[in-house]
Structure formats: structure tokens, C-alpha cells
């Protein structure tokens, strides 16, 4: 096995498993978020959390703030981690994005291709970002929408020292988000699954139903109860999905 490096900090050996699924986390998220996932995902499916710089034990790194870039060391870092087996991609929000952009470019190197891609709290690649930026917003008015997104606990919205050391990252990450949009995007021919949650303030339905386009190898949705990071709340079930889409089909997908 390779050495570890920063991108899979959480990176645990299992000789056994049938399959890997890179993971990839929301805006101001790091790998951490997955810890939990793979003792409840089990022997046979090894977890890759990526770890971007600018967050976790990188924070002192600087952020990605372009899609192309950001896919582009990730695509990188990925390639000796999953060239000698089947593997999946997951991503949350802007995790999601970035989970289709880099299946795109594996795809179009002629790498090693996921068996299965999941996709969860995005808009299609297609649509349009939000009208309202958030990456640019003053201090306050940035802070107030981090507390509506209902992901960063309060007692660090409160914190001054460490949104501080925080915010650099998650307007590099905002500046992903809110800047993507490929136009120009066509179907992967990769099996695909959509994850939303029932009461996500954030992503109007119609942005959410334009992914189906975007599976014509096999597509999936699971609606949770929830809001934007029904990941969390409903993890248990969505975990179940996981497992039972890939093992049940040892791991090849399609």
C-alpha cells in the first residue's frame, strides 16, 4: 500500500474490502466528518476521506478557491490510492460538485473509472449558482448564513479566535460553490445516485430532478427526512444505501 499522505489522513488498512469510496466533504468541512463512517460501513468497504488543504491538520495551507484547481490535486492525489481496484466517489454540497467534476476527470484521462458515483445536497452541474453569492459577504452577514445553513455549531460561530483561523477556508470554499457552473456538461457514463433531503432549504426541487439527466448508466434518488445535512442525521439509512448499492453488486456498479 502507498504511504499516507495529507489528502487521506483517516485512511485505515482493510486487506478484505471489497470496495473504496473517496468521500468528499461540504464547504468548511474537512475529513473528519467521515471518521465515524467507516466502522459503521464495515470490513468490506475501505473509506478515503480527502483532506483539501486549508482545513483540519492543514490549516495552515492554502485553500483551493477554483474548481479546476482543487480537481485537478485531487485527481492527483487519488490516482495511486484506487489504480488496482473498484472504487466509489461520494460527495455532500459542494463535495457533490466536486464528486462529479473529478469522475469527469478521470473519465476523460482514461483512468481508473468509479464504479458508482453518489451525490448528495447539489444542484445538477448544469444549473445556474445562486443568485446571492455567499464567499464575498461581509463578516457579520457571512456569519448569520453560516448559523441559517444549520452546519456550524454555535459555540464556534461565537468563537472570534477561531472563525477566525476558519473563514479564509470557507470562502475559498463558498468561492467553488458559488462560482461553479458547467454549462456545458454532459452525462458520465457512470451508475449515479441522488441524495436530498426532504426539507433542504437549500436546493430548489428542480435543480435537484435535473441529476436524473445526468445518469443514463443506472440512476438512483433517496429523499431523507432532513435538512441540508440530513448526512448527519439520517446517516445510519443513508449509510445503508451505500453498502447495499455496492456490495450488492460486488463492487463493479452499472
Known amino acids: 500500500m502507498p504511504q499516507r499522505n495529507p489528502w487521506f489522513p483517516l485512511l485505515e488498512p ?25 466502522a459503521r460501513l464495515g ?49 455532500h454540497s459542494l463535495g457533490a460538485l466536486v464528486a462529479w467534476e473529478l469522475t469527469r476527470s478521470l473519465l476523460r484521462a482514461g483512468g481508473p473509472r468509479p464504479v458508482h458515483l453518489f451525490v448528495g445536497g447539489a444542484r445538477a452541474p448544469d444549473c445556474p449558482p445562486p443568485a446571492k453569492p455567499l464567499y464575498d459577504l461581509p463578516r457579520a452577514e457571512l456569519l448569520a448564513e453560516l448559523g441559517r445553513l444549520n452546519g456550524t455549531p454555535s459555540e464556534v460561530l461565537g468563537n472570534d479566535e477561531v472563525m477566525d483561523l476558519f473563514l479564509p477556508m470557507i470562502r475559498a470554499d463558498f468561492a467553488i460553490t458559488d462560482c461553479y457552473h458547467r454549462g456545458d456538461a454532459a452525462a458520465l457514463d457512470v451508475p449515479l445516485t441522488l441524495f436530498t433531503g426532504h426539507d433542504d432549504p437549500e436546493v430548489p426541487e428542480d435543480k435537484l430532478a435535473a441529476w436524473e439527466a445526468f445518469g443514463p448508466s443506472g440512476f438512483a ?9 440530513f448526512l448527519h442525521t439520517e446517516e445510519e439509512r443513508l449509510l445503508a444505501v451505500l453498502a447495499e448499492t455496492l456490495l450488492n453488486r460486488g463492487g463493479q456498479g452499472g
Open 221 to 229: 434518488r433517496h429523499d431523507f427526512p432532513g435538512d441540508h445535512f
Open 43 to 91: 470490513e468490506a468497504i475501505a473509506v478515503l476521506a480527502v483532506q483539501a488543504p486549508g482545513r483540519e491538520g492543514r490549516l495552515r495551507e492554502q485553500p483551493f478557491s477554483t474548481m479546476d484547481a482543487l480537481v485537478a490535486a485531487v485527481h492527483e492525489a487519488l490516482l495511486p490510492r484506487v489504480g488496482d481496484g473498484p472504487f466509489a466517489i461520494f460527495g
Open 14 to 38: 482493510r486487506p478484505g474490502a471489497q470496495v473504496r469510496l473517496v468521500c468528499l466533504p461540504y464547504a468548511g468541512a474537512g475529513a473528519s466528518v467521515f471518521r465515524p463512517w467507516q
